[in-house]
Protein backbone atom coordinates (compact mmCIF):
# COMPACT_ATOMS: atom_id res chain seq x y z
CA UNK A 1 0.00 0.00 0.00
CA UNK A 2 1.48 2.94 -1.47
CA UNK A 3 1.29 6.38 1.41
CA UNK A 4 2.19 9.63 1.19
CA UNK A 5 1.73 12.50 4.12
CA UNK A 6 1.06 16.45 3.00
CA UNK A 7 2.60 18.15 5.69
CA UNK A 8 2.97 22.36 5.87
CA UNK A 9 6.84 22.64 7.82
CA UNK A 10 6.67 25.67 7.11
CA UNK A 11 3.65 26.91 8.75
CA UNK A 12 3.64 23.91 11.26
CA UNK A 13 7.30 23.17 12.18
CA UNK A 14 5.55 20.04 14.18
CA UNK A 15 4.98 18.38 11.10
CA UNK A 16 8.00 16.68 10.40
CA UNK A 17 8.07 15.50 13.90
CA UNK A 18 4.45 14.09 13.32
CA UNK A 19 5.29 12.08 10.65
CA UNK A 20 8.03 10.69 11.81
CA UNK A 21 6.19 9.18 14.86
CA UNK A 22 3.34 7.81 12.36
CA UNK A 23 6.16 6.61 10.17
CA UNK A 24 7.09 3.36 11.79
CA UNK A 25 3.42 2.46 11.93
CA UNK A 26 2.31 3.65 8.46
CA UNK A 27 5.08 3.71 6.53
CA UNK A 28 4.85 6.08 3.58
CA UNK A 29 6.60 9.24 1.68
CA UNK A 30 6.70 12.67 3.14
CA UNK A 31 5.71 15.74 1.14
CA UNK A 32 6.42 19.12 2.20
CA UNK A 33 3.65 21.43 0.68
CA UNK A 34 5.78 24.35 1.89
CA UNK A 35 8.62 23.58 0.18
CA UNK A 36 8.51 25.99 -2.80
CA UNK A 37 7.14 23.62 -5.30
CA UNK A 38 4.07 25.44 -7.25
CA UNK A 39 0.81 24.04 -6.33
CA UNK A 40 -0.07 22.35 -10.01
CA UNK A 41 3.11 21.13 -10.39
CA UNK A 42 2.34 19.46 -6.92
CA UNK A 43 -1.22 18.32 -7.33
CA UNK A 44 0.40 16.18 -10.78
CA UNK A 45 2.86 15.08 -8.95
CA UNK A 46 1.23 13.63 -5.99
CA UNK A 47 -1.58 12.36 -8.34
CA UNK A 48 1.36 10.73 -10.95
CA UNK A 49 2.75 8.95 -7.88
CA UNK A 50 -0.80 7.11 -7.59
CA UNK A 51 -1.09 6.31 -4.00
CA UNK A 52 -3.78 4.49 -1.89
CA UNK A 53 -3.75 6.77 1.31
CA UNK A 54 -3.18 10.12 1.53
CA UNK A 55 -2.38 11.32 4.87
CA UNK A 56 -2.40 15.07 5.87
CA UNK A 57 -1.97 17.23 9.15
CA UNK A 58 -3.50 20.21 9.31
CA UNK A 59 -4.84 20.55 6.33
CA UNK A 60 -1.65 20.61 4.72
CA UNK A 61 -2.71 20.06 0.81
CA UNK A 62 -6.45 21.74 0.84
CA UNK A 63 -4.44 24.69 -0.98
CA UNK A 64 -4.66 22.20 -3.89
CA UNK A 65 -7.35 23.67 -5.91
CA UNK A 66 -9.02 23.50 -9.12
CA UNK A 67 -10.22 26.46 -11.55
CA UNK A 68 -13.63 26.10 -9.65
CA UNK A 69 -12.35 26.40 -6.17
CA UNK A 70 -12.90 23.11 -5.52
CA UNK A 71 -10.36 21.16 -3.30
CA UNK A 72 -8.02 18.95 -6.09
CA UNK A 73 -7.52 16.40 -3.99
CA UNK A 74 -11.32 15.03 -4.51
CA UNK A 75 -10.09 14.35 -8.10
CA UNK A 76 -7.19 11.68 -6.97
CA UNK A 77 -8.10 7.89 -6.68
CA UNK A 78 -6.62 7.76 -3.01
CA UNK A 79 -8.44 7.39 0.45
CA UNK A 80 -7.57 10.45 2.27
CA UNK A 81 -7.23 10.98 6.25
CA UNK A 82 -6.88 14.80 7.64
CA UNK A 83 -5.65 14.62 10.99
CA UNK A 84 -6.15 18.12 12.70
CA UNK A 85 -4.32 19.14 15.74
CA UNK A 86 -6.07 22.33 16.87
CA UNK A 87 -10.19 22.79 17.13
CA UNK A 88 -11.91 23.83 14.04
CA UNK A 89 -11.78 27.44 15.19
CA UNK A 90 -7.94 26.82 13.89
CA UNK A 91 -9.25 26.31 10.91
CA UNK A 92 -11.23 29.20 9.44
CA UNK A 93 -13.05 28.59 5.96
CA UNK A 94 -10.34 26.06 5.23
CA UNK A 95 -12.95 23.29 6.10
CA UNK A 96 -15.88 25.12 4.65
CA UNK A 97 -14.81 23.01 0.76
CA UNK A 98 -16.81 19.72 0.18
CA UNK A 99 -15.25 16.87 0.97
CA UNK A 100 -15.81 13.70 -1.13
CA UNK A 101 -16.59 10.28 0.52
CA UNK A 102 -13.31 9.03 0.56
CA UNK A 103 -11.91 11.83 3.17
CA UNK A 104 -12.13 11.58 6.43
CA UNK A 105 -11.25 14.18 8.99
CA UNK A 106 -10.31 13.29 12.33
CA UNK A 107 -10.55 15.96 15.31
CA UNK A 108 -9.02 16.02 18.94
CA UNK A 109 -11.15 13.61 21.42
CA UNK A 110 -12.03 16.87 22.86
CA UNK A 111 -13.80 18.45 20.71
CA UNK A 112 -17.42 17.93 20.58
CA UNK A 113 -18.03 15.80 16.80
CA UNK A 114 -21.54 16.24 16.35
CA UNK A 115 -21.26 20.68 16.93
CA UNK A 116 -18.27 19.54 14.26
CA UNK A 117 -20.78 18.27 11.59
CA UNK A 118 -23.16 20.54 12.23
CA UNK A 119 -20.92 23.82 11.75
CA UNK A 120 -18.80 21.48 8.62
CA UNK A 121 -22.34 19.60 6.68
CA UNK A 122 -19.80 18.76 3.79
CA UNK A 123 -17.03 17.22 5.77
CA UNK A 124 -19.09 13.36 5.86
CA UNK A 125 -17.36 11.23 7.51
CA UNK A 126 -15.80 12.55 10.98
CA UNK A 127 -14.23 10.80 13.79
CA UNK A 128 -11.82 11.78 17.05
CA UNK A 129 -8.44 10.83 17.27
CA UNK A 130 -6.55 11.00 21.52
CA UNK A 131 -3.94 13.40 21.46
CA UNK A 132 -0.53 13.04 20.44
CA UNK A 133 2.76 14.67 21.72
CA UNK A 134 3.89 16.69 18.85
CA UNK A 135 7.53 15.35 19.89
CA UNK A 136 8.19 12.74 21.91
CA UNK A 137 10.65 13.02 24.66
CA UNK A 138 11.06 9.79 25.70
CA UNK A 139 10.06 6.12 25.31
CA UNK A 140 6.95 6.32 27.32
CA UNK A 141 5.65 9.14 25.43
CA UNK A 142 6.65 7.50 21.81
CA UNK A 143 5.12 4.28 23.41
CA UNK A 144 1.87 6.27 23.96
CA UNK A 145 1.80 7.96 20.50
CA UNK A 146 2.41 4.40 18.62
CA UNK A 147 -0.26 3.02 20.63
CA UNK A 148 -2.82 5.83 19.54
CA UNK A 149 -1.55 6.01 16.16
CA UNK A 150 -1.85 2.19 15.88
CA UNK A 151 -5.61 1.86 17.24
CA UNK A 152 -6.58 4.75 14.84
CA UNK A 153 -4.81 3.24 11.55
CA UNK A 154 -6.71 -0.11 12.63
CA UNK A 155 -9.78 1.91 12.71
CA UNK A 156 -9.15 4.17 9.33
CA UNK A 157 -8.37 0.94 7.76
CA UNK A 158 -11.78 -0.71 8.82
CA UNK A 159 -13.66 2.54 7.44
CA UNK A 160 -12.18 3.63 4.90
CA UNK A 161 -10.55 0.46 2.58
CA UNK A 162 -14.04 -1.16 2.87
Known amino acids: MKTLYLINSKNNNYHC????EFRPIVPGEVIDMSDGTSLGDRYYEIR????DVIITFDLAG????????????NNIYARIAHILFHGSDYYGN???????????????????????????PDIPNVAGIAP???????NDERAHNHEIIGRWWEEFKKEAML
Open 94 to 120: DLRPRQNLSMFTYITDDEDISAFRERF
Open 48 to 51: DMNP
Open 17 to 20: RLAE
Open 62 to 73: HALRTGSDTLSL
Open 132 to 138: IYYKANN
